[in-house]
């Protein structure tokens, strides 16, 4: 590999990481007027807690600007890898993985106080496997409308995406990615996991009394 080729690459995955860092949740509730999101709610930047927090519309900005910075990365080393007649999976799914390391643990926040991930890998699978994300997504929201919480059916897309990832590009590079991925997704849910298995995790839509 060419001295260029390798810069190019390091480039990429710090590219990758920078974007991923991106707290959009925390700058969309800040510049809507209602200061640190962090200091509310669950404490969380992502969209579930911006939504509690400060409404629909900022959670679905939060939501678009997670995902978006997922697909990016992704979209990008897929072009270089295209651009020298290439179709390794390995570059495109590490890309992946800096990304969502990157919004895990934000430079720009310290490393700590960031988001879940679900979003941003989201976004890097609709790229790397979007029929393994479309049928994710299905299941998220299968999960979270029979559940009534965003945090089951964010646990059961997750679990599902290295099996769907491996169905639907017959890689072990971008399967074992999910794997990690979804690992590091599940470890960012263990306290609501442990609501859950208490029946404390809030819910996302509250039953009209009688």
């Known amino acids: 590999m060419e001295i260029f080729d390798i810069v190019i690459k390091l480039g990429t995955f710090l590219l990758a990481y920078m974007l991923g860092s991106i707290p959009w949740g925390l700058i969309i509730a800040r510049g809507l007027g209602h200061g640190d999101i962090r200091l509310h709610g669950s404490g969380n930047i992502g969209a579930t807690n911006v939504r509690r927090v400060a409404g629909t519309w900022p959670a679905i900005l939060t939501l678009l600007g997670d995902v978006t910075k997922g697909v990016i990365p992704i979209w990008i080393a897929i072009t270089l890898s295209a ?15 800096f990304t969502v390391t990157g919004h895990l643990f934000p430079v720009y926040l310290k490393f700590k106080g960031c988001g879940k991930g679900v979003a941003t890998a989201a ?19 299968i999960g979270a409308c029979f559940a009534n919480r965003i945090s089951v059916g964010s646990l059961l897309a997750s679990a599902f995406l290295p099996i769907g990832v491996w169905l639907d590009t017959h890689s ?36 009209k009394p009688p």
């Not at 179709?87 to 590490?94: D, E, I």
């Open 83 to 97: 651009s020298k007649g290439t179709a390794n999976t390995v570059y495109p799914s590490l890309v992946g993985l």
């Open 123 to 141: 976004g890097c699978f609709l790229v790397l496997a979007p029929l393994a994300c479309f049928v994710a997504i299905v299941v998220f929201f």
């Open 172 to 207: 072990l590079e971008p399967a074992l990615i999910a794997f990690i991925i979804s690992s590091l997704i599940f470890l960012r849910h263990k306290d609501n996991i442990k609501r859950i298995l208490a029946g404390t995790e809030p819910v996302f839509r509250e039953k």
